[in-house]
């Protein structure tokens, strides 16, 4: 059974939005029409004050001007309007994008054609209503002399019209075309940042297997640091950029998770002296720390070292270069090739990549909100 109350809902509600909907076009309807009256007003104005100015110093002369106005205004609505139906009917049809030439010419046809026939059909009508010929003598080719003015006219709508038309699809287009770059921009970021969460846990599950058989302690205090740091990897997730500080924050702390498992194997330094309005893709350095220690050999013997610094407007992250020689520690990942693409889609600087007989460098820019 139907709960009392719920059918009038369903059943009225439809209706009143039907006519709110109605109600909205109407007036929509009725404030273009009243626009399009005053607009060829004010232009059949235009004209009567260019060609006969004295006739507006008198009630007179108004008069005699009022039949004047008329037909100016005629012919200005009626032009006007043929402007506006040709590029309706043109527009999906012969869009100025794809077909420029074409459409040019078929506007100038079919437009031209449009203003002869209605304006030699006015021009027919307001002279016969002023007794000059009659229906058994119609002087078709002196009718032809007055249609002069109106072409004229037309020909200058029918040129403003074809450069508002195609001044608003070019901008659509431009609109468009942006839109549809920004996007593309937006999903190949994501698509970079979505290799990222899944390819750290991975890295840092492998990492805990491993310390499981070594010691209990390690593994619990491990799992205790990473929970701290997936936690960043979260926040950060949907960023395009992350102030300096944070990033340089999640660094310490991944590193110090590293230390957990290498203890004095691994060493690290970090000098910088200028935090505020620097900005760099999020989880960089800790795909280059994580480059570091995944490539190099570090061991009491040999410890890895590892310094971040900053130089004026970069963030420089270097190593002590000491390969390991297995070809599966050899094989590159995901890390540099990522953050390599991810500052090209954020800005027109990159990652400057230099390897010595001692050291391997990445020199990171530092970015700002405007993109410089």
Not at 60 to 74: E, H, I, M, R
Not at 256 to 262: M, P, T, Y
């Amino acid at each position: 059974m139907k709960k009392t109350g719920e059918f009038p809902v369903s059943e009225y509600q439809p209706h009143s939005l039907m006519d709110n909907h109605s109600s909205y076009s109407s007036k929509n309807i009725f404030k273009s029409f009243w626009k399009f009256i005053l607009l060829n007003a004010g232009i059949a104005t235009f004209l009567i004050v260019l060609l006969c100015p004295q006739c507006l110093t008198s009630w007179q002369g108004l008069k005699l001007a009022f039949p004047d106005f008329v037909f100016s205004f005629l012919i200005s609505s009626c032009l006007s309007y043929g402007g506006y139906w040709t590029d309706n009917l043109l527009d999906s049809r012969l869009p100025w994008v794809k077909y420029p030439l074409r459409r040019l010419l078929v506007t100038a046809i079919i437009y031209f054609s449009f203003c002869f026939f209605f304006s030699y059909i006015i021009v027919f009508i307001v002279v016969y209503l002023k007794g000059q010929f009659e229906l058994s003598n119609i002087p078709w080719k002196a009718l032809l002399e007055y249609t002069k003015t109106p072409i004229i006219i037309g020909l200058s709508f029918m040129a403003f019209f074809t450069a508002r038309s195609w001044l608003y699809e070019w901008r659509n287009s431009a609109i468009e075309a942006e839109q549809l770059k920004s996007e593309n921009i937006s999903s190949q970021y994501q698509s970079l940042k979505d290799q990222l969460n899944p390819h750290f846990l991975f890295n840092s599950l492998n990492v805990l297997s491993n310390l499981v058989y070594e010691s209990a302690d390690k593994s619990a205090e491990f799992i205790q640091q990473l929970s701290k740091i997936y936690r960043y990897v979260l926040e950060v997730q949907q960023e395009e950029l992350v102030g300096l500080d944070r990033e340089i924050g999640f660094a310490e702390n991944y590193l110090n998770l590293q230390k957990i498992r290498f203890e004095g194997s691994l060493e690290y330094f970090i000098d910088l002296h200028q935090f505020n309005g620097y900005y760099l893709p999020p989880l960089s350095l800790q795909l280059l720390l994580e480059n570091a220690i995944k490539h190099n050999i570090a061991s009491l013997q040999k410890p890895l070292k590892i310094m971040i610094e900053q130089r004026e407007d970069f963030l420089i992250v270097r190593n002590i270069l000491q390969p390991k020689l297995t070809k599966e520690d050899l094989k590159t990942g995901i890390g540099l090739p990522n953050i390599q693409k991810r500052y090209a889609l954020l800005s027109n600087q990159s990652p400057t990549i230099i390897k010595t007989e001692k050291e391997f460098i990445v020199e990171l820019p530092l970015l700002k909100l405007n993109g410089t």
